[in-house]
């Protein structure tokens, strides 16, 4: 079961600030009135008021935090190795694509759209309750054309180069296939790596992209379920553009890499 923390959170700042508030205007005068005669310091008030003033502060400050600048999140797959890693828990900045409203995600001021090469947090089309992130790497009114794991945009083919196997020293928690392929490709202004599998067949197609929607692809891209599996995501899908690593420990392997604490997400 998946569970909308941002709805939960809304929820609860809701109730704390609603009971504080109406404590604030009914209640609270009424029981100073009561012990105008008695010790001030035995003004008690109710337990569900006490904490919902001690909480409320708090929960506003995190869902604006939250829901208007930055958001963690945790990496749970290996659809973007090798540029993000099983494990990775990452920051992803809320207004690079205008500020939404928190859980129906509404935008209500634009900042800008996603670039080509941005890496993506989304709402996925399928199942909206699931986020994913990938690579935009087609943009409205582009024709994407993949062709024996080549990239084509526009019928120019982006421009990628071997760089060798993707070895264990490249990452520390799991074992990379012995077919595992590093490639560097520039998508505009985005020089980032991509990994590719000597066995896996080519997922070949060519692709619209309609206004208002973007083609993601992972890194992995033998290995990813993406917009060649499932289309394209809507610009309302958009959650925000992944910037920085903060942590990484993968649950499963009981493995931790701090040496990738810190770096950006190019």
Known sequence: MNIDFALVLVVLT?????????????????????????????????????????????????????????????????????????????????FAYGVRLPVINKKFISFGEPQRGDVVVFRYPVDPAVNFIKRAVGLPGDTITYRDKTLYINGERVEGSSTGRFESSN??????????????????????RLLLHDRSRSRDGQWVVPEGHYFMMGDNRDRSNDSREWGFVPEENLLGRAVGIWLNFDFERGCADFSRVGEGIN
């Open 171 to 192: 990452v520390k928690c799991s074992t990379p296939a012995p077919d595992a392929m590093l490639y560097e490709e520039q998508l505009d202004a985005a020089n980032h």
């Open 14 to 94: 809701s109730v704390t600030g609603l009971v504080w508030l109406v404590d604030s205007v009914l209640f609270k005068q009424k029981r100073r009135d009561r012990s105008v005669q008695k010790d001030a310091a035995n003004l008690h008030e109710p337990i569900i008021v006490e904490y919902s003033r001690s909480l409320f502060p708090v929960l506003f400050i995190v869902l604006l935090f939250r829901s208007f600048l930055f958001e963690p999140f945790k990496i749970p797959s290996g659809s973007m190795i090798p540029t993000l890693l099983v494990g990775d828990f990452i920051v992803v900045n809320k």
